[in-house]
Nanobody, 112 residues
Framework: VQLQASGGGLVQPGGSLKLSCVVSGTLFTMAAVGWYRQAPGKQRELVGT???????RYADSVKGRFTISRDIPEHTVYLQMNNLKVEDTAVYYCRFLALDVWGKGTQVTVSS
């Protein structure tokens, strides 16, 4: 199993970004995938997850602003981030939960 995250960039506070995580190398249609982030000098933290049934859960810090979705035929999980704040600045990672496989991160910088 391999994961590839993309879509990061520089955005102003209040802006939006959509991250993608392509899951390849598995016959499983879509298993549980998590989005995590790590800010400079801080521990990696969970942003949210989407399980095999498509049920999503979010950290309190992003609830109402971030949305996880997926495109099963494309084996892709998305993280739509709206109303971004400076404190959302971090490297974002996706993780295939069942096998504990991580993708390379994508940098999100929120700054004016």
């Amino acid at each position: 199993v391999q994961l590839q995250a993309s879509g990061g960039g520089l955005v102003q506070p209040g802006g939006s970004l959509k991250l993608s995580c392509v899951v390849s190398g598995t016959l499983f249609t879509m298993a549980a995938v998590g989005w995590y982030r790590q800010a400079p000098g801080k521990q990696r933290e969970l942003v949210g997850t989407i399980d095999k049934e498509g049920v999503t859960r979010y950290a309190d810090s992003v609830k109402g602003r971030f949305t996880i979705s997926r495109d099963i035929p494309e084996h892709t999980v998305y993280l739509q981030m709206n109303n971004l704040k400076v404190e959302d600045t971090a490297v974002y990672y996706c993780r295939f939960l069942a096998l504990d496989v991580w993708g390379k991160g994508t940098q999100v910088t929120v700054s004016s």
